[in-house]
């Protein structure tokens, strides 16, 4: 299958040529259909009270409204993709103290993705830099992982040029069919993005930002799914409380969710850690990602070039009859908010 899914499937939002391969089987291996859009989406289940992910569901589970209309479900995979993921590990002074555990979390996960799997390693600040390319080799992208735990930087973080760079990254995958993931190992914090913390704290960042409009523009326009992994240092604490005292302080780097709020764009996970878990919790990350649902549709109605499409996943009515110890209230399904046709 992975054979045909390189002719056709690279996760982005959609196709647009007028014999764009789309898939037509559910649960069977895929035939070859032509149309003229697919729109392939990942969803992650899980039960809300117990953190727990619902595993063992089929296509005949999920239900997919696309601006409210329900679309049939004609492609459905289960952690068969492959994963290219971009580790972007935070250089700024505030996640300095606990830069080394994140680093050796990073480099002992590797060890457990599978082989068809391939990771880029970047670093980030007013900026990010590649220090590692998309690869297989585990050797290579530990070795740019222990190169990041001993680097550093005096600039401040300004996430929507950095978000904007690392999509363009993830776009540049390597594997056909893969499912493109972002892991932001990072405490969470960034900076106001403009002329005065450019020159403060932005030394070298580009000469022109990308902005956060333009930055979430790239995002949903991508099959990218941002995840991040945060561990706040005695240093982010000190800044986020001054926060409270001095509204002006985020030009330090106290404010927060930024991050977060890419992720829920994309419905990627964000697990909070600490030093003595971040490997553990790395994992789970991980875990996630992997155990999220395959889902691809031929949308029913044609919408002009441009037009944003939201986008809903849910369990069907009959799961829950099927399983009358979930209520729907309990059941939580992560997924992207739309794409831009």
């Not at 735990?149 to 363009?168: C, L, P, Q, R």
């Amino acid at each position: 299958m992975r054979i045909f899914l390189s002719l056709f499937l690279l996760l982005a939002s959609r196709y647009t040529s007028a014999q764009a391969p789309q898939l037509s089987s559910s649960d069977d291996a895929p035939v070859f259909r032509v149309s003229t859009q697919f729109v392939v989406l990942d969803a992650l289940v899980e039960n809300k009270k117990t953190g727990g992910l619902i595993g063992t569901l089929g296509s005949r589970d999920f239900q997919v409204f696309e601006d409210g209309i329900q679309q049939p479900v004609s492609y459905f995979s289960h952690d068969q993709l492959p994963l290219s993921v971009v580790f972007l590990l935070d250089l700024t002074d505030t996640v300095r103290p606990i830069l080394k555990p994140l680093a050796e979390a990073a480099r002992e996960i590797l060890g457990h993705l599978k082989p068809q799997d391939e990771t880029a390693i970047m670093v980030f600040s007013s900026r990010t830099e590649l220090l590692q390319d998309f690869t297989t080799d585990r050797a290579i992208a530990a070795a740019a992982v222990e190169k990041a735990s001993d680097m550093k930087s005096g600039d401040g973080t300004f996430i929507h040029e950095d978000m904007y760079e690392a999509v363009d990254q993830a776009m540049k995958s390597t594997v056909p069919g893969s499912r493109r993931v972002l892991i932001w190992l990072t405490d969470g914090t960034a900076n106001l993005e403009n002329s005065f913390t450019q020159k403060v704290i932005g030394k070298h960042a580009p000469a022109q930002l990308h902005t956060k409009e333009q930055a979430t523009n790239e995002l949903l326009h991508s099959a990218v799914v941002v995840s991040a992994l945060i561990d706040r240092s005695a240093k982010t604490d000190a800044l986020i409380a001054a926060a409270d005292v001095n509204p002006f302080s985020f030009i330090t780097g106290a404010r927060i969710g930024d991050v977060k709020k890419y992720a829920e764009m994309t419905g990627g996970p964000v697990l909070n850690t600490s030093k003595k878990e971040v490997a553990a919790r790395l994992a789970s990350l991980i875990e996630q990602i992997r155990d999220r649902y395959t889902l691809g549709y031929k949308p029913t109605k044609s919408k002009p070039d441009g037009t944003f499409c939201k986008l809903q996943v849910e369990l069907v009515p009959d799961f829950y009859k099927a399983h009358p110890d979930l209520k729907q209230s309990a059941v939580v399904v992560r997924t992207r908010r739309g794409y831009y046709r």
